[in-house]
Nanobody
């Protein structure tokens, strides 16, 4: 079973940027599409970006123009470039298949946006 490990989160000021990575222990070629989700305190987990194996992408309205998802099948890695961060982007970020599968949930990586 492929395991997904998220990294790259941190504490950043509003307007800052981060690049999140989702590294898989095996091939992600069959995990299609792949997505980034986030869960803020007291809120439900939401899908913010997704990418197909062919590179087609889709974004939640709240992150369009600021987030960019990409995948490198050869490196079994999915990335999320997040720019112009806002305090409301503060959340635990996860990667998973779309729709998500329980077996693929990892520990997530925390993004905190604060001045």
């Amino acid at each position: 079973q492929v395991q997904l490990v998220e990294s790259g989160g941190g504490l950043v000021q509003p307007g800052g940027s981060l690049r999140l990575s989702c590294a898989a222990s095996g091939s992600i070629f069959s995990i299609n599409p792949m997505g980034w989700y986030r869960q803020a305190p007291g809120k439900q987990r939401e899908l913010v970006a997704m990418v197909t194996s062919g590179g087609s992408t889709n974004y939640a309205d709240s992150v369009k123009g600021r987030f960019t998802i990409s995948r490198e099948n050869g490196k079994n890695t999915v990335y999320l470039q997040i720019n112009s961060l806002k305090p409301e982007d503060t959340a635990l970020y996860y990667c998973n298949k779309v729709p998500p599968q329980r077996a693929y949930w990892g520990q997530g990586t925390q993004v905190t946006v604060s001045s």
